[in-house]
């Protein structure tokens, strides 16, 4: 296998055992939140996994697998007008999660918000540990979740996708079993995940491959919702009032409902 420098990763770590990747969302200081530099080095870590790993497991922290963008990041003065760039890589980098070839595992511990739910969605196989929350907030501050629907779609249908963009409530991993956004979810979810890869490392590449490939003819979601995605993604982050609420949170902790 290639060997791949992980030197210089600031935001993710990374390990190899065999043709297994074990790629962990690294941002303690920020609940592993979503910056550009931490979607390019994911990038980087599939784009390795397309050619050298049949199985790419992804892994937040203990109390966080990812608490969606970096509102710092977006309300700062260097990320003006690259909204729609920073949009596209990051749906394209779920759709390499989704799509490529090899089998993506999200192992999710802890608490997941926003952008955190599409990386979930864009796995193939979702395993938890049973104390796991999941919310999907972007609505309270007149945002929404562009690039995450479709991967959520694609996961518990539009109804139920509708219903959690819509409460904004947060929902347990018992709900998320029931609503089939997560495959399996045990107290030590650990266990749960050596168990899937035990079974997975006996796949061969070539067959991995070629089935992703077949999936990915078949997709009817999120190719084609991928422009609309992106361009919807551009509206809500070009609205100066949304950033004024970002900006406003950033600074005082305080929420769009919360008086001044």
């Known amino acids: 296998m290639a060997l791949l420098n992980t030197a210089a990763y600031e935001t993710v770590k990374v390990r190899f055992q065999d043709e297994i990747c074990f790629l962990q969302l690294n941002r303690p200081d920020a609940d592993n939140a979503i910056n550009r530099r931490l979607v390019e080095e994911c990038t980087s870590v599939v ?3 397309e050619e050298h790993a049949k199985v790419l497991v992804l892994e ?8 969606g963008a970096d509102f710092r990041e977006l309300g700062s003065q260097e990320s003006g007008g690259h909204e729609k760039s920073h949009a596209e890589a990051l749906y ?12 993506s595992i999200a192992h999710v511990r802890g608490k997941v ?6 990386f979930v969605a864009a796995c193939d196989i979702v395993v938890c540990e049973d104390k796991s929350v999941f919310s999907l907030s972007e609505l309270l501050f007149g945002l929404m979740p562009a690039c995450v629907l479709p991967f959520l779609i694609r996961k518990v249908g539009p109804a139920k996708a509708n219903y959690i963009t819509l409460t904004t409530q947060p929902f347990t991993a018992r709900q998320a079993v029931d609503w089939q956004l997560v495959d399996a979810s045990e107290e030590n979810s650990g266990n749960l995940l050596r168990k899937h890869i035990l079974r997975l490392r006996y796949l061969p590449k070539s067959g991995v491959t070629r089935y992703k490939k077949y999936l990915r003819n078949l997709d009817d979601i999120l190719l084609p919702s991928r422009e609309k995605a992106v361009e919807a993604n551009r509206e809500v982050f070009s609205d100066q009032e949304n950033l004024q ?3 406003r949170y950033v600074n005082t902790g305080k929420f769009p409902w919360e008086g001044e």
């Open 92 to 103: 394209d980098l779920w759709l390499s999660l989704a799509l490529g070839s090899f089998v």
């Open 47 to 49: 784009r390795h996994c």
């Open 245 to 247: 609420k970002i900006a």
């Open 113 to 118: 918000n926003a952008g955190g739910l599409g």
């Open 60 to 67: 937040g922290l203990p109390e966080v697998f990812c608490w």
